[in-house]
């Protein structure tokens, strides 16, 4: 086995072939991870339950996703407008058609 802390004294394309597995490797562990997780999920008992309760959970986000893409709240601004003009009393309108005020 080759001594990597070594690295000046190995061959480089041993120490590149050596942090290309490296990072394979780190990639690779949340992967292997969740192969053993799906695993153990196989061997559960309540699985068809679990599935079912599974797919709700995503019916509900799907729902709640599409209602939020479909409603555009008001402008804040334009709220606040509207709420000023309608608890401000009538004003008399001026022959030009502009109002007094």
């Known amino acids: 086995m080759v001594d990597v802390e070594a690295g000046a004294e190995a061959p480089r394309s041993q120490y590149l072939m050596y942090a290309v597995m ?3 490797d780190a990639a690779a562990s ?3 991870t969740t192969v053993r997780n799906l ?10 339950a679990l ?11 799907g729902k709640l996703a599409a ?3 479909a409603h555009v709240p008001e402008a ?3 709220a ?8 401000r009393p009538p004003c008399a309108e001026v022959a030009g058609g ?3 005020g």
């Open 98 to 100: 502009t109002q007094d």
């Open 80 to 87: 606040l407008a509207r709420q000023v003009m309608a608890m």
């Open 76 to 78: 804040h601004l334009e």
């Open 30 to 32: 949340p992967l292997v």
């Open 67 to 69: 209602q939020r893409s």
């Open 39 to 48: 695993q153990r999920l196989t061997r559960r008992s309540d699985l068809g």
């Open 51 to 61: 599935a079912s309760d599974g797919g709700s959970d995503l019916a509900a986000r």
């Open 22 to 24: 490296g990072a394979v």
